[in-house]
Each structure stands twice: as structure tokens, then as C-alpha cells.
């Protein structure tokens, strides 16, 4: 999502099912769309019993298609909202976590609701969810329902961009991303690095009784202060040659002690985007979102990105 790569025809693809979910993040999809100059395709993954009553008629030959009454209603309300850039509309066959990848391979992005009908109903809370983020092939941006109004318009106004940052481990895909969006929306980005800190000796005491051995919370080490500036020099390293080439988005760079996936999501309720990554490559798709991914996909409260590293040669 640079400024060097809009208009490159690549499509914003918005899944569908009909929801009030599904609506929310085509507008999202609309306004992100509008502001890249890239067309969209609306996609609908159609029901298994339309799909076998369609291959049914088909087979006997007895006449069309039935009709996508799903998209005919979606293209109502895309008409009544209005566009600036061109908008065509994809009815899919297949499961949902095939079909859908399928159809963003060449996408700039793939947008989904958090909840709907069908197979999108547990789309954050399960295998589905998991699975979608798992496979895109481009980034995958997920609209909550609970999403603010200024997150869903797409424009310079939708709130500061947050970017979940391991200095080792996150793909420079990953960090090229939210930068761009930054860039995209007039709005700062706030990187935000989290450190995990060893125990202090007095917690690996332990307990009188087994049934008193629960892991007690990680109170702060002896040596906290040295450890937070290690993390400020490695994020510092990370992020200034991506911060020279874009040097018009404030930066805010963050690094605190805690629990990652809790401080994205306390973040998120005053953002308008929160980029993650995939992080580890692995010949096992479901394996490929990691925890603090898939924990904000399930709590955030702004719209998630999750962005894919580079294909491996």
C-alpha cells in the first residue's frame, strides 16, 4: 500500500455473504479502493446448496443458472453508496478458505467482515478464520463489527496506523505495509515493539503444595532498564531505513514490557489499522498465523491487517 505502487490495477477484493458485517467492510474496502485508485472486485462464495442446484442444472441442461441473489443486493446498495473506481462482482464455487484466496491471488488486498452468514459466521473464532489468514496470498485485512465509523472510511482522518514489530522476525513485507498505509491515510504510524521479561529469581521459587504450582505473573527482572534500551536500539536499527524512505509518516516508536498481544489490542480501540505478520514460513498452512496474530484478529477493536512475507523462491 505505497504511493510507488497505486494505480497498478491490482484489485481490492471485499468478500461478501449478505451480512451487516460483510457491508461494513466492503464500504472499508470502497474507501481503501478509492484512495489507491485500484479497482475492486466483489466477491461472493456461494452456499453449498446453491452451488449443487446450479451444477444440478447444468447437468440436465434444463436452463440458466439460478441467480446470486446475494450479489444483486450488494450491487443495490453499491450503486445507492456510489464509486469512483471500477467495480465488478464474482460469484465463487467451493469452500470458502479456497475460494476466496483463489480469487485475491492477484490482489492488492483480500477484505472480510469479522462475522456473517455461512462459513464467514466463524471467521475470527475458528478453523475458518485461522485458515483464511493462513492462506491469502495477499494481505488479508479483517473489518470488525464493532469497528469505529472513522476506521471504515478509508481516508486521512481514520486514526493513527499501530504495527506489531518483533525486530528479528517480522518480514520487511510486514513493515513496508504499514508504513504505506500510514502514508496512504496522512496518518502517523506507532510501531510498537513488546518485550517479554524473564522472571525474576523470587518467581521461580517453588510453590509448598502442587496444587499451588500456577505460574505466577512475570514481575519486572533486576535489569529491565537495560533490557528495554537492547529493544530500543534493535527496533531503532529496524525501522530507520524504512523510515528514510518514507520520510512524510510521523513515526512513533514504542517499546514496553508485556504481554504483546494485550497491548495491540488496548492500542487498537484509538487506531484505524493493525498490521501483523505471518511471521514464520511453513510447509503446514494452518501453522503460518502465530498466536498474537490470531489473537487480534479475535479482539482487536479497528480493522486487522495480516500481511504475508514474500513467497520463498
Not at 476506521?151 to 482522518?157: N, Q
Request: hydrophobic share 45%.
Amino acid at each position: 500500500m505505497n504511493e510507488e505502487s497505486a494505480g497498478d490495477g491490482r484489485p481490492v477484493v471485499a468478500a461478501v455473504d449478505g451480512s451487516e458485517h460483510s457491508l461494513r467492510a466492503l464500504s472499508w474496502a470502497l474507501g481503501t479502493a478509492e484512495a489507491l485508485g485500484a479497482p475492486v472486485v466483489v466477491a461472493h462464495v456461494r452456499s453449498e446448496a446453491l452451488q449443487l442446484g446450479a451444477a444440478r442444472i447444468a447437468s440436465l441442461g434444463t436452463g440458466p443458472e439460478p441467480p446470486d441473489t446475494v450479489l444483486d443486493a450488494v450491487r443495490t446498495v453499491v450503486e445507492e453508496r456510489g464509486h469512483t473506481v471500477p467495480v465488478r462482482y464474482a460469484s465463487l464455487d467451493g469452500a470458502v478458505t479456497e475460494a476466496l484466496p483463489e480469487a485475491a491471488r492477484e490482489a492488492r488486498l483480500l477484505v472480510t467482515g469479522s462475522r456473517g452468514h455461512g462459513g464467514f459466521a466463524t471467521l475470527l473464532l475458528g478453523s475458518t478464520g485461522r485458515s483464511l489468514a493462513a492462506r491469502s496470498p495477499c494481505p488479508l485485512v479483517v473489518v470488525p463489527h464493532a469497528a469505529r465509523s472513522t476506521a471504515l472510511d478509508g481516508g486521512p482522518r481514520g486514526g493513527r496506523v499501530l504495527l506489531g514489530l518483533h525486530p528479528e522476525e517480522t518480514p520487511d513485507e510486514v513493515v513496508e505495509f504499514a508504513f504505506g498505509a500510514a502514508e496512504l491515510r496522512g496518518a502517523p504510524l506507532e510501531a510498537v515493539t513488546v518485550l517479554r521479561l524473564p522472571p525474576s529469581p523470587a518467581a521461580l521459587v517453588a510453590a509448598p503444595s502442587p496444587a499451588l504450582q500456577v505460574p505466577p505473573p512475570l514481575p519486572l527482572a533486576d535489569d529491565t532498564e537495560e533490557l528495554l534500551a537492547e529493544a530500543r536500539r534493535e527496533q531503532a536499527a529496524r525501522l530507520d531505513p524504512f523510515a528514510a524512505r518514507w520520510p512524510g509518516v510521523e513515526l512513533v516508536r514504542t517499546v514496553s514490557p508485556g504481554d504483546a498481544a494485550g497491548l495491540l489490542v488496548d492500542a487498537s480501540e484509538k487506531a484505524a489499522l493493525l498490521v501483523v505478520g505471518r511471521h514464520h514460513r511453513h510447509r503446514i498452512a494452518e501453522l503460518l498465523v502465530g498466536s498474537v496474530a490470531h489473537a487480534v484478529l479475535q479482539h482487536a477493536a479497528c480493522p486487522v491487517a495480516v500481511v504475508p512475507p514474500a513467497p520463498t523462491p
